[in-house]
């Protein structure tokens, strides 16, 4: 999927797709954008080699596939005429993963001194991973679940993974500072980062906007800050500044009549899931293994170079800066062990008497831990039970000058998709709010 002239292109956008996602879910972006600079100087290109079922086998095989794509297509339009002078990219979901990975290959390779990195976005990608919280024997089931079930790529996102030589994930080494994924974020003009606040069963709040907290727990308990500018009909982002505020008023309890309502609401939703979730599941997990099956295959043609990419090109200086940080992740990891595990209660209420009730489970050694993070996060909301991968991902990403969005949709039940309208839909008005905001601050 792409548009643009290709003899007067001057401006080469990237768009990456997310898990089991092909270039048409991202069809929406690629007309706004096109829509708002029509000269034809921007030349919009979402690669189609990591499509599908192919996004199974890993967030390296796939950026390397997209990278390789990408190159291609730098040399066909540069054939046509084209005059390429800056490159920009977006990733949506895992696709983002993809192209935080994609521009350490561009930038290690040299395509940044001739191409000026321009603007960089992601929309609700899950930046820290998608690991559940906590030590529960809930949470290590998803965790084991998710990490064996989507195969290179679900142990990549659940931090399940080893990357290379450096003893930890590969989420971890994009993050890292000294990592040419951080040095070629940094080159870039602009970077932001766009993600739901709510109803995002996908990509959390804290993973999509690296943070350590989600003030969005309780939505009963904050005021949102609308960034200015928008429409009142239109307004769904929040003031990256300060996109919430606690209320300085005691919550006020529900009225039966209000729980009740709420929860009726739902009681069509439940009873549907009720029904097809044994069927789903059943599917999920057979067709999990046959595509992890698959996926294995083509991830061993590709390491041996059999699958039309001369992986060597692409891996020979990611390992030697892999093997650089190991002795300095190593002591890291046994400076931080007494900080793997934090906390993870609501926001602290107002009143003194609800402060009282909510933290009584909590250990004084825990309340300590929970709000030494938070003030190193400058933030009145008690940080997220984070383990030391995650901390040190948001302090690298930090580092880079990322312009975080909260978008807040409301209207969909379900708002990864909304997000990025990832199908025509007349319920995703807000959705198509935040990519016009994002295309009206791109840099041409």
Same mark, same amino acid.
């Not at 977006?90 to 191409?115: E, I």
């Not at 599917?283 to 295959?297: H, K, M, P, T």
């Not at 209420?349 to 009730?357: E, L, M, W």
């Not at 008690?382 to 991968?389: G, K, R, W, Y």
């Given at each position: 999927m792409e548009a643009g002239n290709s003899d007067k292109a001057t401006h080469l956008c990237i768009l990456t797709h997310g898990m089991w996602g092909k270039p048409l879910h991202l069809q929406h972006l690629k007309e706004t954008l096109s829509k708002q600079y029509p000269s034809g100087e921007l030349y919009v290109f979402a690669p189609n080699s990591n499509a599908e079922y192919l996004t199974y086998d890993g967030i390296e095989t796939g950026a390397e596939r997209v990278t390789h794509e990408v190159e291609a297509k730098i040399a066909e339009l540069t054939a046509a005429g084209a005059k390429l002078e800056k490159i920009s990219i977006a990733g949506y979901?895992?696709?983002g993963l993809v192209a935080r990975y994609v521009v350490g290959l561009l930038h290690k390779n040299g395509v940044f001194d001739t191409l000026e990195p321009t603007n960089f976005t992601t929309f609700a990608t899950p930046h820290l991973g998608t690991r559940a919280h906590g030590t529960g024997y809930g949470g290590a089931f998803w965790n084991n679940l998710g990490a064996k079930t989507l195969s290179a790529s679900g142990a990549q996102m659940f931090l399940a993974d080893s990357f290379r030589n450096t003893g930890k994930p590969l989420l971890s080494t994009l993050a890292d500072p000294n990592s040419i994924f951080i040095q070629g974020l940094k080159r870039f003009k602009r970077k932001s980062v766009y993600a739901n606040t709510l109803n995002d069963r996908s990509v959390p709040y804290y993973t999509a906007c690296i943070t350590r907290v989600d003030p969005f727990v309780d939505l009963d308990a904050v005021d949102l800050h609308y960034l200015e500018g928008q429409a009142p009909e239109e307004e769904v982002i929040l003031d990256p500044e300060t996109p919430v505020t606690a209320k300085k008023t005691p919550q006020i309890a529900l009225?039966? =009549? +209000?729980?009740?309502s709420r929860s009726l609401t739902n009681v069509p939703f439940y009873a549907l899931l009720t029904v097809l979730l044994p069927i789903g599941a059943t599917f999920f997990l057979v067709n999990s293994g046959i595509q992890s099956f698959r996926s294995a295959a083509r991830m061993k043609l590709h390491e041996e170079g059999k699958a039309g990419i001369t992986t060597h090109k692409y891996r020979m200086p990611l390992l030697e800066d892999a093997r650089a940080m190991q002795d300095r992740v190593?002591? +890291?990891? @046994? @400076? @931080?062990? +007494?900080?793997? =595990?934090? #906390?993870? #209660?609501p926001p602290e209420p107002v009143s003194s008497s609800s402060s009282a009730s909510s933290s009584s489970t909590q250990l004084p050694s825990e309340k300590n831990l929970a709000r030494q993070q938070s003030k190193k996060n400058h933030s009145p909301w008690p940080t997220l039970a984070l383990n030391d991968h995650q901390f040190a991902m948001i302090d690298g990403l930090d580092s880079v000058g990322l312009i975080k969005y909260p978008c807040h949709i409301d209207q969909v039940r379900h708002t990864h998709a909304a997000i990025v309208v990832r199908s025509e839909r007349s319920s995703y008005p807000q959705g198509r709010a935040v990519v016009q905001h994002w295309a009206s601050n791109f840099i041409l």
């Amino acid at each position: 999927m792409e548009a643009g002239n290709s003899d007067k292109a001057t401006h080469l956008c990237i768009l990456t797709h997310g898990m089991w996602g092909k270039p048409l879910h991202l069809q929406h972006l690629k007309e706004t954008l096109s829509k708002q600079y029509p000269s034809g100087e921007l030349y919009v290109f979402a690669p189609n080699s990591n499509a599908e079922y192919l996004t199974y086998d890993g967030i390296e095989t796939g950026a390397e596939r997209v990278t390789h794509e990408v190159e291609a297509k730098i040399a066909e339009l540069t054939a046509a005429g084209a005059k390429l002078e800056k490159i920009s990219i977006a990733g949506y979901s895992l696709g983002g993963l993809v192209a935080r990975y994609v521009v350490g290959l561009l930038h290690k390779n040299g395509v940044f001194d001739t191409l000026e990195p321009t603007n960089f976005t992601t929309f609700a990608t899950p930046h820290l991973g998608t690991r559940a919280h906590g030590t529960g024997y809930g949470g290590a089931f998803w965790n084991n679940l998710g990490a064996k079930t989507l195969s290179a790529s679900g142990a990549q996102m659940f931090l399940a993974d080893s990357f290379r030589n450096t003893g930890k994930p590969l989420l971890s080494t994009l993050a890292d500072p000294n990592s040419i994924f951080i040095q070629g974020l940094k080159r870039f003009k602009r970077k932001s980062v766009y993600a739901n606040t709510l109803n995002d069963r996908s990509v959390p709040y804290y993973t999509a906007c690296i943070t350590r907290v989600d003030p969005f727990v309780d939505l009963d308990a904050v005021d949102l800050h609308y960034l200015e500018g928008q429409a009142p009909e239109e307004e769904v982002i929040l003031d990256p500044e300060t996109p919430v505020t606690a209320k300085k008023t005691p919550q006020i309890a529900l009225t039966l =009549y +209000q729980r009740s309502s709420r929860s009726l609401t739902n009681v069509p939703f439940y009873a549907l899931l009720t029904v097809l979730l044994p069927i789903g599941a059943t599917f999920f997990l057979v067709n999990s293994g046959i595509q992890s099956f698959r996926s294995a295959a083509r991830m061993k043609l590709h390491e041996e170079g059999k699958a039309g990419i001369t992986t060597h090109k692409y891996r020979m200086p990611l390992l030697e800066d892999a093997r650089a940080m190991q002795d300095r992740v190593y002591e +890291q990891l @046994n @400076n @931080n062990q +007494q900080e793997e =595990y934090l #906390p993870t #209660p609501p926001p602290e209420p107002v009143s003194s008497s609800s402060s009282a009730s909510s933290s009584s489970t909590q250990l004084p050694s825990e309340k300590n831990l929970a709000r030494q993070q938070s003030k190193k996060n400058h933030s009145p909301w008690p940080t997220l039970a984070l383990n030391d991968h995650q901390f040190a991902m948001i302090d690298g990403l930090d580092s880079v000058g990322l312009i975080k969005y909260p978008c807040h949709i409301d209207q969909v039940r379900h708002t990864h998709a909304a997000i990025v309208v990832r199908s025509e839909r007349s319920s995703y008005p807000q959705g198509r709010a935040v990519v016009q905001h994002w295309a009206s601050n791109f840099i041409l």
